[in-house]
């Protein structure tokens, strides 16, 4: 089967693999319908996940069709349409039990498909522990419409729990790529009052007027303005750093108000600094980590009702074969790219 292969830093390659076989009786092999690129992929490309594996599959955005279970799979069967989680866990550790499946204690607990094990960018994927790892695709959900639920769609609905956002809240969104659109819709479930969204790039801040035109959407320059003019506590009771720069993590701080919370998403390529001096007294509570992505089924019931639409945020599609080209597009920004669709 055709995979995209992360060989060694700075390069993948479309190579030719095995089909992947059940390893273990909680597995299952998935038929890749439909995958998709993630700015993480880039960061392993260019050497930034110091634990992602040369040699591996990458890609970890994709549904499919499921082909073979283990005889331990008891949630899903063959000809089952799925989602697949970006997080592998078990169900069963103490960090599982208490939701925080990011840091299950099994040696692929956490980020391991496209990262430490093969994932998605193919034809074929072999998921551990498929009970937790798959979700059933409700009949009047598309493949497009479920693409993003096990990653981005993930981080969205979680960064918009543990930042507690409240009804009537105002809440600042920093970054207006894929994640911090997901983040967007999910945050607008929760009733905010306003939500302001800053990102550097006009064309997808136009992008979100038009599809969500109750956002303020802002360019840094004018961002401090903004949470003047709509925050009347000094700050946003909310922030959601969800862009990733030393610029937009001292943004996150600087525009919370006292007491807020500060939720951090993102990917940093390196070390951040947290000024304590310059914000001492603002009581500022922090939230940082990796997607815990263990509410993928309320998220597709959500799409299901019509409550979530990701499809726009799939400006481009491509064909596996053509995968090079499609991420020439997504990391160069090419054609006011946001996502890609790969089609194996």
Same mark, same amino acid.
């Given at each position: 089967m ?5 060989v060694?830093?700075?390069t ?9 076989t059940? *390893?273990?009786?909680?597995?299952a092999i998935?038929r890749?319908t ?16 110091p ?9 970890h @955005? ?9 005889s ?9 349409? #799925? ?6 866990f078990?169900?069963s ?5 208490n939701?925080w499946?990011?840091?299950?204690t099994?040696?692929?607990?956490g980020?391991?498909?496209?990262c ?17 790892g *798959? ?6 959900v598309?493949d497009?419409q479920?693409?993003f ?16 956002v ?5 809440v ?10 997901c983040? *967007?819709?999910?945050?607008r ?7 302001? *969204?800053c %990102? ?11 599809h969500w035109? %109750?956002?303020?959407? $802002?360019?840094?320059?004018?961002l401090?303005?903004? #949470?003047?003019?709509?925050c ?8 959601l ?5 030393e610029?937009?993590?001292?943004m ?6 006292p007491n807020?919370?500060?939720? $951090? ?8 600094t ?7 007294g ?8 990796g $997607?815990d992505?263990?509410?993928c089924?309320?998220i597709?019931?959500?799409i299901?009702?019509?409550k ?5 945020l799939?400006?481009h ?8 080209s499609?991420?020439?597009l ?12 790969v @089609?194996p």
């Amino acid at each position: 089967m055709l995979a995209y292969t992360y060989v060694k830093e700075g390069t993948f390659q479309l190579l030719e693999k095995p089909k992947p076989t059940l *390893l273990d009786s909680r597995d299952a092999i998935v038929r890749v319908t439909l995958a998709s690129i993630c700015t993480s992929d880039l960061h392993i490309k260019h050497g930034s996940v110091p634990r992602a594996v040369p040699g591996i599959t990458v890609g970890h @955005e994709m549904v499919g069709v499921v082909e073979e279970v283990g005889s331990q799979v008891g949630t899903v069967r063959p000809g089952d349409r #799925v989602t697949v989680n970006v997080e592998t866990f078990c169900g069963s550790c103490f960090f599982c039990q208490n939701g925080w499946v990011n840091n299950c204690t099994d040696p692929n607990g956490g980020w391991a498909l496209g990262c430490r094990i093969d994932g998605g960018q193919a034809e074929y994927v072999r998921v551990p522990y498929a009970d937790q790892g *798959l979700n059933k695709i409700p009949d009047l959900v598309t493949d497009r419409q479920a693409l993003f639920v096990g990653d981005i769609l993930a981080t969205g609905y979680w960064a918009a729990e543990i930042g507690e956002v409240k009804a009537g809240d105002t809440v600042l969104i920093i970054g207006g790529g894929p994640t911090g659109i997901c983040t *967007l819709q999910c945050v607008r479930l929760k009733s905010p009052g306003k939500v302001i *969204l800053c %990102d550097r790039d006009p064309w997808r801040l136009n992008f979100i007027q038009a599809h969500w035109p %109750d956002t303020i959407t $802002v360019l840094p320059e004018e961002l401090e303005a903004a #949470v003047k003019e709509h925050c009347p506590h000094g700050g946003a009771d909310a922030v959601l750093e969800v862009a990733g720069s030393e610029d937009t993590f001292r943004m996150a701080w600087a525009c919370a108000r006292p007491n807020a919370v500060v939720t $951090v998403v993102s990917l940093y390529d390196k070390a951040q600094t947290l000024p304590l001096p310059d914000m001492y007294g603002k009581n500022l509570t922090f939230k940082t980590g990796g $997607v815990d992505g263990c509410h993928c089924g309320e998220i597709l019931a959500l799409i299901a009702a019509g409550k979530i639409d990701t499809t726009p945020l799939i400006t481009h599609t491509c064909k596996l074969r053509d995968i090079e080209s499609g991420y020439a597009l997504f990391e160069e920004r090419w054609d006011h790219v946001i996502k890609v669709a790969v @089609e194996p």
